[in-house]
């Protein structure tokens, strides 16, 4: 599952953090062997990734 935002300058504001909070991979849970969340943020000036991170659920 991905998340994506934009975010003003290279600040961290926590798209993987918004997945785990709305536990939106949950109903995939009993379905899948293996669920991976990725978060991917985007700078709203440079328009270009600022920060990724990944986690298998």
Do not use: H, S
Not at 13 to 37: D, F, H, N, P, V
Request: neutral net charge; glycine residues 6%.
């Amino acid at each position: 599952m991905f998340e994506f935002k934009v975010i003003e300058g290279k600040e961290k504001k926590g798209a993987l953090e918004q997945l785990k909070e709305k536990r939106y991979y949950e109903k995939y849970k009993e379905r899948c062997k293996e669920i991976y969340i990725i978060g991917v943020e985007f700078d709203k000036e440079e328009r270009n990734i600022a920060y990724f991170e990944w986690e298998r659920v």
